[in-house]
């Protein structure tokens, strides 16, 4: 071995983590409009004017982020050949709001079928969460790292390197009122059904090297 890479001694890598659950304060609510027709144009302007219809409702309603998206148009063939257009595009809601977001849908289902809603943390609760769990993923590391001192006998001991890295997965606890799947086959419900949000599970992980001294 050269010089300029000498020996490491006494150097041991460690593991630790930290979970926890976070509200899920954001509701996300996606839903189509959906048309056929034999001229392709009159299939366009009817879509479009369906999704200007439904943005124009939403516009009295700031707490409520919209966006569209996946505008697809296909031929329907019968025998080989074009008998007429299928067209469709995606309406996505969210919104910490769940009882505007819910009277938004009930209005928007005249035109546009439900596809499905889910929540999640937003950014925000995210964010604090993680910053919550990484403050313990470390203290969790230093006890551990405490524990190697210890045992080997050495004096004291420095942290040379950290990776921490934090992701989350969708609780199981998050769910949708039997009323609400309801509304993704039906023409449309007369009350706001009841929703929950649930929570989410959190975690942080994290890889150091510590070398003992």
């Known amino acids: 071995m050269s010089d300029n890479n000498p020996p490491v001694y006494d150097q041991y890598t460690l593991q630790a983590s930290a979970e926890g659950e976070v509200a899920n304060d954001l509701m996300i609510v996606r839903l189509k409009v959906e048309h056929e027709d034999s001229d392709a144009s009159k299939l366009a302007h009817k879509v479009n004017t369906d999704m200007q219809w439904a943005l124009d409702q939403l516009k009295e309603t700031p707490s409520i982020t919209a966006k569209t998206e996946n505008y697809s148009t296909y031929p329907?063939?019968?025998?080989?050949?074009?008998?007429?257009?299928?067209?469709?595009q995606t309406l996505t809601l969210s919104g910490s709001d769940f009882d505007a977001i819910k009277a938004s849908v009930q209005i928007l289902q005249s035109k546009l079928q439900?596809?499905?809603?889910?929540?999640?943390?937003?950014?925000?609760?995210?964010?604090?969460?993680?910053?919550?769990?990484?403050?313990?993923?470390?203290?969790?590391?230093?006890?551990?790292?405490?524990?190697?001192?210890?045992?080997?006998?050495?004096?004291?001991?420095?942290?040379?390197?950290?990776?921490?890295?934090?992701?989350?997965?969708?609780?199981?606890?998050?769910?949708?009122?039997?009323?609400?799947?309801?509304?993704?086959?039906?023409?449309?419900?007369?009350?706001?059904?009841?929703v929950a949000g649930g929570e989410s599970k959190i975690s942080v992980n994290i890889n150091g090297q510590i070398q003992l001294q």
């Open 76 to 88: 329907k063939l019968e025998q080989q050949h074009i008998a007429g257009w299928h067209s469709t």
């Open 114 to 194: 439900v596809l499905g809603m889910s929540f999640g943390p937003s950014d925000e609760t995210r964010r604090k969460a993680e910053d919550a769990l990484i403050n313990q993923a470390l203290e969790n590391l230093k006890h551990r790292a405490e524990l190697v001192r210890e045992n080997m006998g050495a004096a004291r001991y420095r942290i040379m390197q950290i990776n921490i890295n934090t992701g989350g997965r969708q609780a199981g606890r998050a769910r949708m009122d039997t009323e609400m799947m309801t509304m993704a086959r039906s023409a449309r419900v007369e009350t706001a059904p009841a």
